[in-house]
């Protein structure tokens, strides 16, 4: 008799019976679900599992589809696996870089011996579409390590064959499709079918490769216009390639060497003389009486405004700071969002009359008396303080809302600098797996909650969806809008922020929905070495995270 298991299946709460070692595909298609854009990967027991993933004990299942963000992870790292397929089958001795997160899409760096064309595109496009149309199953394997470094270096694939070397681990998973293999950190689909909407353009000197939106998974992601954006990353990788450092491997080889104090001190130099820069922007520029600093949760905000505040005295310009959290409007005026409770990063959150008021006031040399906010009473209060700007003084001020132009409504732009600060992950884990500028911030996210708000990593993890689309709604819209863009991210920094970050997440418990997060994160940080804290200086930006600044906060 064919021994069984019985399976747990949380979307619908039914408990089915599976025979032992099912795969999730076959697990889904005993279950009653209809899934319209799914399954595409699944929690089991808390974790994320690809649809291969073969269940022999007691298992609790949540099939996931496009809409979430594991299962539209799961569908982009197939399409990039067909994609990259369809270029080799295309091109002899070519190179694929998967590398940048834009306009709604992945920008592709191809060298395929020529400059990319329209032409180019459309043929990538047209075998792509002939790969999904033929429904060929997507494989999973495992084999030893060294076996798969072999594999990977008959195919001259560098990027891959320094990764795997670097992890220590005695077996490694890979997947092909049709004899074509490739290496992924995380799960995929089991058949290239399943792919069922992507787009494909030629995007500067290479490719942009678009995907199904998870609020409408019947529609591509609007392509927006992210020029400014797209500059500061590829800035980025032109100091990579002088360094050496692309990928994980790069970096864990440099430290395995003894060259992170190197790495180290180029990497803050490098940010120290982009913050000069945009300091010497703004003295060169007559009129300017507002300095405004945007960026996403854990961008480092604070930290750019102090060290540009160093900056510009040094250019002899005296920064004053006001905080926008005291022009926020008494509680009861408060929006409130879709659940009904008070929406703090609602832009009508903030006094915006009152603000503008006082900032046409000091422009023409008058003095006011600054609100002051108090957050028990939600109340607006008089301070007492009183401000008055001189000739060589700017208000420097940052907040989510800076870029927005509803803000400063009434001061005319040729008295406003607007800087945008974001943690912009340059490093790639290998040519074909990018890392999300999200997971960068999340992790510094985690260790300054606990820190310095005792808060949990489960409860920061918990929080983050929320905290994303607000940063969707706030503040990406309004990041073109900036006269100087600003990357906070460090070269080394997983390597360093990997210690503290790594027991905070092994303390989320397996039996809540966080722990999906936290073990993926986990599985992510395992790829990379770790740099000591002590290596780095006390003005360093990461500091506003880790601890131990010589800034105040």
């Not at 002899?92 to 760096?109: E, F, L, R, T």
């Not at 992507?198 to 992601?221: H, Q």
Request: neutral net charge; glycine residues 6%.
């Amino acid at each position: 008799m064919e021994k069984t298991i019985q399976i747990y299946i949380r979307n619908n709460g039914q408990i089915i019976e599976a025979p032992m070692g099912a795969t999730l595909e076959e697990i889904y298609q005993l279950s009653d679900l209809k899934m319209k854009y799914g399954p595409v990967s699944a929690h089991v027991n808390n974790k994320v599992e690809g649809m291969h993933f073969r269940a022999y004990k007691q298992k609790e299942v949540e099939f996931l589809d496009v809409t979430s963000s594991s299962g539209l992870r799961a569908y982009t790292r197939s399409l990039f696996f067909v994609l990259c397929k369809a270029v080799h089958e295309l091109y002899d001795q070519c190179k694929v870089a998967i590398d940048i997160p834009v306009s709604n899409g992945y920008y592709v760096n191809l060298n395929i011996g020529h400059d990319v064309t329209l032409d180019d595109a459309g043929r990538i496009r047209k075998r792509m579409k002939e790969i999904i149309d033929a429904a060929m199953p997507i494989h999973r394997h495992e084999t030893t390590t060294e076996e798969a470094i072999r594999m990977f270096d008959e195919k001259h694939n560098r990027s891959k064959v320094k990764l795997l070397k670097s992890t220590g681990r005695l077996y490694t998973t890979y997947y092909d499709i049709d004899g074509y293999i490739d290496y992924y950190y995380g799960s995929l689909l089991t058949n290239t079918s399943q792919l069922y909407l992507f787009g494909l353009e030629k995007y500067y000197d290479g490719l942009l490769l678009r995907l199904p939106s998870r609020e409408n998974p019947e529609e591509l992601g609007e392509m927006t216009h992210q020029d400014k954006m797209f500059g500061i990353f590829k800035e980025h990788h032109q100091w990579q390639d002088i360094l050496g450092l692309r990928t994980i491997g790069d970096l864990n080889e440099a430290i395995t060497q003894g060259y992170s104090p190197q790495l180290i001190m180029v990497s803050e130099a490098l940010q120290e003389k982009k913050i000069a820069k945009i300091a010497d922007e703004i003295a060169q520029r007559k009129g300017i009486k507002l300095v405004l600093i945007a960026g996403p949760s854990s961008s480092g905000k604070t930290t750019t405004c102090k060290r540009l505040s160093v900056q510009l005295a040094v250019n002899g310009i005296k920064p004053v700071g006001i905080s926008l959290d005291d022009y926020f409007v008494d509680r009861d005026k408060t929006p409130r969002d879709a659940k009904g409770d008070y929406d703090f990063e609602h832009l009508h959150a903030l006094n915006l009359p009152l603000l503008n008021e006082q900032l046409t006031a000091l422009f023409r040399g008058d003095e006011v008396e600054l609100p002051r906010y108090d957050f028990p009473t939600g109340t607006s209060q008089k301070s007492g303080k009183r401000l008055r700007l001189y000739e060589n003084e700017i208000l420097v001020v940052e907040g989510i809302h800076a870029l927005n132009p509803e803000l400063t409504s009434q001061i005319p732009n040729e008295q406003i600098f607007r800087v945008y600060a974001s943690a912009l992950t340059t490093v790639l884990l290998d040519n074909h797996n990018y890392i999300p500028t999200t997971d960068n911030r999340l992790l510094r996210r985690i260790i300054r909650d606990h820190k310095y708000r005792a808060v949990s990593a489960q409860e920061t993890i918990r929080r983050w969806p929320s905290v994303r689309a607000g940063e969707n709604k706030w503040i990406f819209p309004f990041q073109e809008n900036a006269d100087a863009m600003f990357n906070t991210a460090m070269l080394f920094e997983l390597a360093v922020i990997k210690s503290q970050a790594e027991p905070l997440l092994e303390a989320v418990p397996e039996n809540c929905a966080e722990h999906a997060e936290a073990y993926r994160l986990l599985k992510f940080l395992r790829y990379i070495k770790p740099i000591p804290e002590t290596q780095i200086p006390p003005t360093s930006l990461l500091r506003e995270f880790l601890g131990g600044s010589s800034f105040s906060y």
